[in-house]
């Protein structure tokens, strides 16, 4: 009697080897090989970068991080002397 291996099987099975690929892949030098399902569900494919308003934001925090630490640093240089 042949086992006819079920979607439940399948996905257990395919879950398993990504899980090995992953693990895997965190080995300094080897190359392992993801078809586009598995990469997509290891995540590969979650758009996660900044949009250009959180970038321009963040851009202008900066600046004005920068502007304070001198300004600061100024008054303390200023008072010294």
Known sequence: MKHHANQEDITNIDKDSLYEKLIDAQTPGLTIVFDPDEANRAGAFIEDAL??????????????????????????????Q
């Open 51 to 80: 949009s250009i308003d959180e970038a321009i934001e963040s851009a202008f925090d900066t600046v004005e991080l920068t502007i304070k630490t001198t300004a600061a640093e100024c008054i303390e240089e200023g008072g010294r």
